[in-house]
């Protein structure tokens, strides 16, 4: 089993930046894509930004290109995400997810998901 656990979430002005981490626990040894999505209040779930863990391949939302960046730390089995220019439509909860097999897109089934943090922002 795999626990992810997220933080860094909170609230910020339009504009702003914030860093969410999230740490993965157990037989991360399995984990070959990790990433970030949201939720926000009304709407569909959808994804953020994966990365395999080879660190070689990323996958954006078209709404956060240019702005978020999903990084790791793999000697501390951490996946970060750089939310710069930040938006009042960014306001979610901000979830970490990762799966065994390489990611395949922002679409791909996660095998493993966290708690989740939320993110504010206003305008």
């Known amino acids: 089993q795999v626990q992810l656990v997220e933080s860094g979430g909170g609230s910020v002005q339009a504009g702003g930046s914030l860093r969410l981490s999230c740490a993965a626990f157990?037989?991360?040894?399995?984990?070959?894509?990790m990433g970030w999505f949201r939720q926000a209040p009304g709407k569909e779930r959808e994804g953020v930004g994966v990365?395999?863990?080879?660190?070689?391949?990323?996958d954006y939302a078209d709404s956060v290109k240019g702005r978020f960046t999903i990084s790791q730390d793999r000697a501390k089995d951490t996946v970060y995400l750089e939310m710069n220019s930040l938006k009042p439509e960014d306001t979610a909860m901000y979830y970490c997810?990762?799966?065994?097999?390489?990611?395949?897109?922002?679409?791909?089934?996660?095998?493993?998901w966290g708690k989740g943090v939320l993110v504010t922002i206003s305008s």
């Open positions: 157990g037989y991360t040894y399995n984990i070959n894509c």
């Open positions: 990365i395999n863990t080879d660190g070689y391949s990323t």
């Open positions: 997810a990762a799966r065994t097999s390489w990611c395949g897109g922002l679409w791909s089934p996660m095998h493993y």
